[in-house]
């Protein structure tokens, strides 16, 4: 099974500060992991992935994100905070054979403060 | 990437009665899913629409309460049917375009409020 857990429902950050969201992940096969924004009202749009290769990866909006295995860890960073990246942010899993369905983390609201 | 539209974008319902949630993409795919979100909270896997066969549930969702069709590679409809005010929620529809790709895409979702 898998499963996804992110720390700190809630945080909040000024405007041009650094923003650090935390996501542990637990996967019995290599995971394949996701990060996802939300904006109000609004779908869910593909930030960033990893699947194999580089373990740092890039995504959109200057976000980024740091695969460490020995940590199962899958944080996402952007060294700038920007008001309009005041959003819900979910990380997930999925396995790299089947279906690949999602399991997504409980999500974190990111508030950007002027 | 694949672009997912959802109709209707909301609905307020009456308990008892049912509601379908249409899903179109606009290339073929892979693979559809469902997922719900409830107020405040995340997303949860309802089920895995097949093209041509019967959907696959997650556990503790059934064909009875959420039946499921996928006609075709573009298109799939969700029903919440006898619906009480717990089925209050967000309603998302997504999508995987190739075999070999691992990325989903989202649909706006279906807000429905059930009184």
């Known amino acids: 099974a898998q499963s996804v857990t992110q720390l700190g429902s809630h945080v909040s950050v000024s405007e041009g500060a650094l923003v650090l969201l935390r996501c542990n992940y637990s996967?019995?096969?290599?995971?394949?992991l996701f990060w996802y924004v939300q904006y109000p009202n609004q779908g869910l749009q593909l930030l960033l992935k990893?699947?194999?290769?580089?373990?740092l990866v890039k995504g959109i909006n200057g976000f980024e994100a740091e695969f460490k295995k020995s940590e199962t860890s899958f944080h996402l960073t952007k060294p700038s905070a920007h008001m309009s990246d005041a959003a819900e942010y979910f990380c997930a899993v999925s396995k790299d054979t089947g279906r690949r369905a999602l399991t997504f983390g409980s999500g974190t609201r990111l508030q950007v403060q002027p | 990437s694949a672009v997912i539209s959802q109709k209707p974008s909301r609905d307020i319902c009456q308990r008892g009665t049912s509601l379908t949630i249409q899903c179109q993409v606009d290339s073929q795919v892979t693979m559809m899913f469902w997922y719900r979100q409830q107020p405040g909270q995340s997303l949860t896997l309802i089920a895995t629409a097949n093209q041509g066969s019967e959907a696959t549930y997650e556990s503790g969702f059934v064909i009875d309460k959420f039946p499921i069709s996928r006609p075709n590679l573009t298109f799939s409809t969700l029903t919440v049917s006898n619906m009480s005010p717990e089925d209050s929620s967000i309603y998302l529809c997504?999508?995987?375009?190739?075999?070999?790709?691992?990325?989903?895409?989202f649909g706006p979702g279906t807000r429905l409020t059930v009184t």
């Open positions: 996967s019995s096969v290599p995971p394949y």
């Open positions: 990893y699947t194999t290769g580089a373990t």
């Open positions: 997504s999508a995987r375009q190739g075999s070999l790709s691992y990325e989903q895409y």
